[in-house]
């Protein structure tokens, strides 16, 4: 094994980040509990109750799937907040990472499967957030102008060892704007909070094998031109 194949690799922090992978992956293949970690992780420590409202189940629903994503570790009681009448839960990790590059760990058939289960919830999330953002537009009006917001793509023709050096720098770059930030949620006490000159955003990242060479795509808009 190579050292841009070896795991983990060398900006990963586990006591930041959670490992999924085909073997343990199935307690986050769920709709459910997907939504309720990402809430957690995005907007800070909540109720099961409060999470219920936002999730659109009940409270026993929600308590069954916290209580499934804490025995995976990805879930945790927060005891500064907690009381006798309210457990407070908060995610456990400041994000979480799946690879498929944990030696022993690629998984059988059944196992691919609850993997490409999440994924697929995975990119749901990142195509409802450009499509939000793309269609909104219209409404910010002259306010487009100013935006630092982009979208697009860039073609390339790659090796495996020249894909895997291009993420580990892409990786490294975001890393240096997420200094700040360590360790804390986005939402409320998190460092959006902090004045009006700072926006939350999320920074989406796909290197994909293009195996149809574009012929599925939505048009040739792409290039390094491709901007919004």
Request: overall charge negative; proline content about 6%; glycine content about 10%.
């Given at each position: 094994?190579?050292?841009h ?37 995005e ?29 995976a ?10 009381n ?88 490294e770059a ?30 989406q990242?796909?290197l ?14 792409g ?6």
């Amino acid at each position: 094994m190579t050292e841009h194949e070896a795991w983990p690799p060398s900006w990963f922090d586990p006591e930041r980040y959670a490992t999924l992978t085909p073997h343990n992956v199935q307690a986050l293949a769920h709709p459910i509990r997907f939504a309720l970690l990402r809430l957690l992780r995005e907007d800070g420590p909540a109720t099961a109750s409060g999470l219920a409202q936002r999730v659109g189940h009940s409270s026993g629903v929600t308590s069954y799937h916290l209580r499934t994503l804490a025995d995976a570790g990805l879930v945790v009681e927060d005891e500064e907040l907690g009381n006798r009448r309210d457990r407070w839960w908060k995610a456990a990790h400041e994000n979480v990472t799946f690879t498929l590059r944990v030696p022993d760990q690629h998984g059988d058939a059944e196992q691919l499967e609850t993997a490409a289960r999440y994924l697929r919830m995975v990119a749901q999330v990142g195509h409802e957030r450009v499509l939000g953002y793309v269609n909104g537009l219209p409404e910010r009006g002259a306010e487009v102008a100013e935006l630092p917001w982009q979208l697009g793509y860039i073609d390339l023709s790659l090796t495996y060892a020249e894909a895997r050096e291009l993420s580990a720098r892409v990786v490294e770059a975001v890393a240096a704007f997420r200094r700040d930030q360590a360790g804390r949620a986005r939402g409320p006490g998190g460092p959006d909070a902090e004045g009006p000159e700072r926006h939350r955003a999320v920074f989406q990242y796909q290197l994909l094998p293009d195996d149809d060479g574009g012929a599925g795509g939505a048009g040739a808009a792409g290039g390094a031109g491709a901007t919004a």
